[in-house]
Nanobody
Framework: QVQLAESGGGLVQPGGSLRLSCAASGSISRLYAMGWYRQAPGKQRELVAVIASGGSTNYADSAKGRFTISRDNAKNTVYLQMNSLKPEDTAVYYC???????????????WGQGTQVTVSS
């Protein structure tokens, strides 16, 4: 089994910063793309940023210039550094990982449980 442990959400004032972490553990053979999505109340879940196993990144337009995604392959962890936060960034942020489990030839994706980010004065 594979577990994803997210942390780092919370309440922050506009203009502030937060760093989200998502650590994967369990019977992992290989990790591929790792990413962050978010879902605001009444809206669909949307991609925020994704990082490939080789380190290439892709960002939503709303995240470009303010958010930075990174990963530590030795720790099976992906991070999202969020700066210059705005009230419209308020959402539940979900980690998503593409992986291959030990003993399996197939890739699959797994979602984290979500962490709340609230940007408000």
């Amino acid at each position: 089994q594979v577990q994803l442990a997210e942390s780092g959400g919370g309440l922050v004032q506009p203009g502030g910063s937060l760093r989200l972490s998502c650590a994967a553990s369990g019977s992992i053979s290989r990790l591929y793309a790792m990413g962050w999505y978010r879902q605001a109340p009444g809206k669909q879940r949307e991609l925020v940023a994704v990082i490939a196993s080789g380190g290439s990144t892709n960002y939503a337009d709303s995240a470009k210039g303010r958010f930075t995604i990174s990963r530590d392959n030795a720790k099976n962890t992906v991070y999202l550094q969020m700066n210059s936060l705005k009230p419209e960034d308020t959402a539940v942020y979900y980690c998503n990982v593409e992986l291959q489990e030990m003993g399996s030839w197939h890739r699959r994706t797994k979602w984290g449980q979500g962490t709340q980010v609230t940007v408000s004065s």
